[in-house]
Nanobody, 129 residues
């Protein structure tokens, strides 16, 4: 059974930081594009950041939504089969349920929900002004 478990969410004041973690079982994340999505009440789910290992360069490829560039950093630790999202300079508009997701192969751009087959249950992030 494939399982993705997120942690690290919580409540924080504007300007603060949080680090989200996603621990994956049953498959190796090095073979997948791993992504973070978020969904705020009354809004559509949107891709935040994605990461995958590049077979051609040997380096990780990352893509970010314009709204989080310069503030969020996605990374992964293959030995622990874990992906992270470091969130700095948080804003009230970052408030949402954050989901970890996975799809086979490499990332080629910011994640699109229909392409991701595996999902975690989400972790809530609330940013107060």
């Amino acid at each position: 059974q494939v399982q993705l478990v997120e942690s690290g969410g919580g409540s924080v004041q504007a300007g603060g930081s949080l680090r989200l973690s996603c621990i994956v079982s049953r498959f190796f994340i090095s073979h997948y594009c791993m992504g973070w999505f978020r969904q705020a009440p009354g809004k559509a789910r949107e891709g935040v950041a994605v990461i995958s290992d590049s077979l051609s360069t040997g380096r990780a490829s990352t893509y970010y939504a314009d709204s989080v560039k310069g503030r969020f950093t996605i990374s992964q630790e293959n030995a622990k089969n874990t992906v992270y999202l470091q969130m700095n300079s948080l804003k009230p508009e970052d408030t949402a349920m954050y989901y970890c997701a996975a799809k086979g192969g490499s990332c080629y751009g910011i994640g699109r929900e229909p392409d991701f087959a595996y999902w975690g249950q989400g972790t809530q992030v609330t940013v107060s002004s």
